[in-house]
């Protein structure tokens, strides 16, 4: 089977910047998708970017601008840049891709988010 492995989460000042990654890892082809969610406490997750696997992203309009979502397929590895980080207080991130298994199975995988919340 395959796995997502999420890494990067900290505690910074406002204003600062941290990078998430989220990495693949298993019996892979190819990776169409890789996307990053959002939960605060006591609110709904929030799909935040997307990333396909020719870079095309989208991002939602509360973080456009302040995050940047990419890839390196070598290493089946997302890389989620987020600057400008708001004082609104802290959040899970949590990595989801869209996989294709070597043996042609396509699997939409989760990972179980950071070992550090952190602020949105």
């Known amino acids: 089977q395959v796995q997502l492995v999420e890494s990067g989460g900290a505690l910074v000042q406002h204003g600062e910047s941290l990078r998430l990654s989220c990495a693949a890892s298993?019996?892979?082809?190819?990776?169409?998708?890789m996307n990053w969610y959002r939960q605060a406490p006591g609110k709904q997750r929030e799909l935040v970017a997307v990333i396909t696997s020719d870079g095309s992203t989208n991002y939602a309009n509360s973080v456009k601008g302040r995050f940047t979502l990419s890839r390196d397929n070598a290493a089946n590895t997302a890389y989620l840049q987020m600057n400008s980080l708001k004082p609104d207080g802290t959040a899970i991130y949590v990595c989801?891709?869209?996989?294709?298994?070597?043996?042609?199975?396509?699997?939409?995988?989760w990972g179980q988010g950071p070992q550090f919340t952190v602020p949105s």
């Open positions: 298993g019996n892979i082809l190819s990776i169409y998708a």
């Open positions: 989801n891709a869209d996989i294709i298994r070597v043996t042609g199975e396509l699997m939409d995988t």
